[in-house]
């Protein structure tokens, strides 16, 4: 029983920091109004960054990470399997902010953070496909998914089972939460990285 209960406070835990609306909180306070009420209407760091303003994306990106990370490293400290929940829960408070109406963010950089916490080899893998996507074709959405795609693959190979099972769902999810995306690039109107509006 006390296990369990533990389990549920590491999820509960990751969760409420995961949720934490860094890209809505910095944006507010930089004086650029609702985030949400520009581009694609996301918190995240991509649509931050269409308000032109660089430092803010940068910080929002770093943020949105650090609460993951932050999540699986406190609760890991307990336990590994602690770690792992927290980090998960951490994504989906993300994704599904209950301050938000449970619509957040598109989890891509809470998912480098949960990443650098639990495999950090696993975040060079995915930074590097990353990076390449987005310079070969200016689309953050088109790199997104490609390293989503990549890392499951190289945690299975480099890191433990439950690691890589994790990272398979969580790729899964980030895929789905990009469906929008996945068409407006296949119409050829996705925004490209850097574009205002």
């Keep these: 029983m006390g296990e369990t209960l533990g389990y549920v406070i590491a999820l509960v835990f990751g969760y409420l920091l995961g949720s934490i609306p860094f890209g809505l909180l910095i944006t507010r306070a930089a004086g650029l109004g609702d985030v949400r009420q520009i581009g694609s209407g996301n918190i995240g760091a991509t649509n931050v960054l269409r308000t032109g303003n660089k430092g ?37 408070g993300h994704l599904f902010p209950v301050w938000l109406g449970f619509k957040g963010g598109k989890g891509v950089a809470t998912y480098l953070g949960v990443l650098l ?60 939460k990009h469906r929008a995306n996945i068409s407006r690039l296949l119409a050829g109107t996705e925004g490209k990285i850097g574009a205002k509006g």
């Design 56 to 92: 803010l994306a940068a910080a929002t990106l770093l943020l949105d990470a650090l609460k993951g990370t932050a999540a699986v490293l406190i609760a890991g400290h307990f336990s590994p399997d602690f770690g792992l929940l927290a980090g998960f829960g951490a994504f989906l």
């Design 117 to 176: 916490g639990l495999a950090w080899q696993g975040m060079l893998v995915f930074a590097v496909v990353w990076l390449a996507m987005a310079f070969l074709f200016r689309y953050s959405s088109l790199a997104a998914l490609a390293a989503a795609v990549v890392v499951p693959i190289a945690l299975y190979v480099t890191s433990t089972p439950q690691i890589a099972g994790l990272f398979a769902l969580m790729s899964l999810i980030v895929i789905v």
